[in-house]
């Protein structure tokens, strides 16, 4: 079945550091969701990356999806307290199934910041 | 909207006992799945329906383990007999079409002793 991997499991940066999370899928995707988990919460919804090579930007944050569709990165500028929590990214099934609406989650990064 | 809605939010039960958690969706979403949260396995997906209907529950780990979806605003989820290995924070998402944003429940959190 589908796996999304992700790296690194944890992360701890100073504050105002930068961080990167990746994720990586065995197959092609449709597309891909990030979401994040504050520390006793419940997973977010951030953004959904469509397009192969796609680049997208929230104030810090900077989602990228990769050419061949199977690795996302969000990366995070200058971090702050307010961004310590989970980031997951999520798949749905292969493309070479016809789509569906599973939604599998990785694992999810880590990260603490240090004021 | 209130979101989706699960309950109770914490349980706490002894092994052996059957468990049931509660979910309402958005209202209008005609996906929900069931998700399980754990230190060492991440968020798993145990099982999905589509307009009510489970659609894959490659996921359940266990016949104790089974989900229902009786209409278009509630499901369950319940575990018979509880397990002190099935712990875990459980959450409801609820969407719409495909490939769209999934919205979590608050989660409950399940401790069997």
């Known amino acids: 079945g589908q796996q999304v991997m992700q790296i690194p499991q944890y992360q701890h940066v100073q504050e105002g550091e930068d961080f990167t999370t990746y994720c990586n899928s065995s197959?092609?995707?449709?597309?891909i969701q990030w979401y994040k988990q504050r520390p006793g919460g419940h997973p977010v919804f951030l953004i959904q990356?469509?397009?192969?090579?796609e680049v997208k930007k929230q104030k810090r944050l900077t989602f990228q999806f990769g050419e061949a569709k199977k690795n996302s990165s969000l990366h995070i500028t200058a971090t702050q307290t307010t961004d310590v929590g989970t980031y997951f990214c999520a798949g749905p099934n292969p493309v070479t199934q016809g789509g569906s609406e599973k939604l599998v989650f990785g694992k999810g990064t880590k990260l603490t910041v240090n004021p | 909207d209130a979101g989706v809605i699960q309950s109770p939010r914490h349980e706490v039960t002894e092994m052996g006992q059957e468990v049931t958690l509660r979910c309402k969706p958005i209202s209008g979403h005609n996906s929900l799945f069931w998700y399980r949260q754990t230190m060492m396995r991440g968020l798993e997906l145990l099982i999905y329906f589509n307009n009510n209907v489970p659609i894959d529950d490659s996921g359940m780990p266990e016949d104790r383990f089974s989900a229902k979806m009786p209409n278009a605003s509630f499901s369950t989820l319940k575990i018979q007999p509880s397990e002190p290995r099935d712990s875990a924070v459980y959450f409801c998402?609820?969407?719409?079409?495909?490939?769209?944003?999934?919205?979590f429940g608050q989660g409950t959190r399940l401790t069997v002793v």
């Open positions: 990356l469509v397009k192969s090579g």
């Open positions: 998402a609820s969407r719409v079409g495909w490939s769209t944003e999934a919205f």
């Open positions: 197959t092609t995707l449709s597309n």
